[in-house]
């Protein structure tokens, strides 16, 4: 059953846009410049996708070796097909998963994948053990507020958004997930969702859960948000 649920999950992530994002690039860059890291760092991109994201580490970065590595083969092949016209010679794209993992890393990049793991404090121990002395964690998820109706309302809308997710925490409780994982947290920027904004098929979704929920849009805006986390190997 396992198995069948993650050749799912992997078909469902191979046919996502090769161009669209799925983080909000301003503000990894913004967290980004603020760190302080070797003069030629290695950096992971876990769960990159398309490798956008990947490609704005890169650029932020030229000194260093980054390393786009995701699960699905044709988001690698989409990723590939996106870093064929641009100028970057630092990025390498590969097909694979954290226990195919050797080096250790001074930055590790997830973004929006978390959500995913079967076992979140496993996979980021496992991430843990290949992130250098002082090194970094960039993590983004869309979190939920910490009280009802808001926890419930925020649930059912993120998991019809988004297939196959796993896991939705607080933000206490994903800091409580890195904290058992092995990582500090140092820096938490929150990104709210920008409802108003959403394709035609997430707006009919939306307009389905408002109407069983009774809600209207500008009182569920303030419970949708991502938070991006910016940690450090304890």
């Not at 100028?87 to 929006?112: A, C, H, I, K, R």
């Not at 995913?116 to 507020?145: D, Y």
């Not at 035609?200 to 939306?206: G, K, N, P, S, T």
């Amino acid at each position: 059953m396992e198995d069948e649920r993650h050749r799912a999950m992997l078909e469902h992530f191979g046919r996502l846009p090769a161009t669209r994002r799925f983080h909000a690039a301003a503000v990894v860059l913004e967290l980004l410049q603020s760190l302080e890291l070797p003069p030629s760092p290695r950096v992971l991109d876990l769960g990159c996708g398309n490798g956008l994201g990947t490609f704005d580490v890169a650029r932020a970065f030229p000194h260093a070796r980054v390393l786009g590595l995701d699960p699905s083969p044709g988001q690698i092949e989409a990723a590939r097909a996106n870093l064929r016209d641009l100028p970057l010679t630092n990025v390498e794209l590969s097909t694979g998963y954290v226990d195919n993992l050797v080096d250790n890393f001074d930055l590790v990049v997830l973004l929006q994948v978390i959500q995913f793991f079967e076992n979140p404090v496993q996979e980021l121990r496992k991430l843990r053990s290949r992130v250098a002395e002082g090194g970094f964690l960039l993590l983004s998820t869309g979190v939920l507020p910490e009280g009802s109706p808001g926890r419930e309302f925020a649930r059912g809308l993120l998991e019809r958004f988004i297939p196959h997710t796993r896991h939705w925490f607080s933000e206490s409780e994903l800091r409580g997930v890195l904290g058992a994982a092995g990582f500090r947290v140092e820096r938490v920027r929150p990104d709210p969702w920008r409802l108003r904004e959403v394709n035609a098929e997430r707006q009919a979704i939306l307009a389905e859960e408002l109407r069983r929920w009774g809600f209207g849009l500008e009182a569920v805006e303030p419970w949708m948000k991502a938070v991006y986390v910016l940690a450090r190997a304890a």
